[in-house]
């Protein structure tokens, strides 16, 4: 494969990338526009708690990665982001499901911590929408053995990704008090 080629191919991924981040996005901002349902099956009620758990996981199998790529062993950096990428796509199905019952949890107003949590929930969900293409560019480069180009993205995907999966976790903690699913049920 030429240089152009080469160069072509990387185009039409990233096209292709920003296509599948777009409608993900759109997906997403789409379910909170859904009307809570008459009722919600009882599985549905643990999925914030597994969601939290997959991000914690995410976040240990991250750190655990760049440790062994440090250590120059590359076929356990590999399986443990290609793990990790699994699970954040398994996360994001369990997501769509929990918030496709429109199901709404408010933090209370009169909460001294309310501030700090919108802090984090906001830069949360601005960052887990932009991080996909990353991930997604770190991947494609890393598969193919473009580690030049790998090292350049992940400089960005790294940090954001494992921001998105440990503030995943305290929002989760933060929220955790004020769920009410008995009252859906």
């Known amino acids: 494969m030429t240089n152009e080629e080469g160069k ?27 009307p809570e349902a008459d009722s919600i099956p009882p599985f549905v009620t643990m999925l914030p708690k ?25 076929p356990i950096h590999k399986f443990l982001n290609i793990t990790t990428f699994l699970l954040s796509s398994l996360f994001l199905i369990s997501y769509i499901t929990y918030h496709a019952f429109g199901i709404e949890t408010k933090y209370p107003a009169d909460s001294p911590l309310r501030m700090l949590y919108f802090f984090i929930l906001i830069t949360h969900i601005i960052l887990a929408a932009g991080v996909l293409p990353l991930v ?25 990704w494992l921001y998105v999966t440990v503030t995943g976790v305290i929002v989760y903690l933060m929220i955790s008090p004020y769920y009410n699913f008995e009252a859906i049920q």
């Open 136 to 160: 997604l560019m770190s991947f494609y480069f890393g598969l193919l053995g473009k580690i030049e180009q790998h090292r350049k993205i992940v400089r960005f995907s790294f940090p954001i």
């Open 8 to 34: 072509s191919v990387d185009s039409t991924i990233w096209k292709a990338v920003l296509g599948l981040s777009i409608v993900v996005f759109l997906v997403v901002v789409a379910l909170y526009n859904l």
């Open 50 to 74: 597994i969601n939290a758990f997959i991000n914690g996981t995410c976040s240990i199998l991250l750190i655990t990665s760049v440790y062994f790529i440090k250590q120059g062993k590359v």
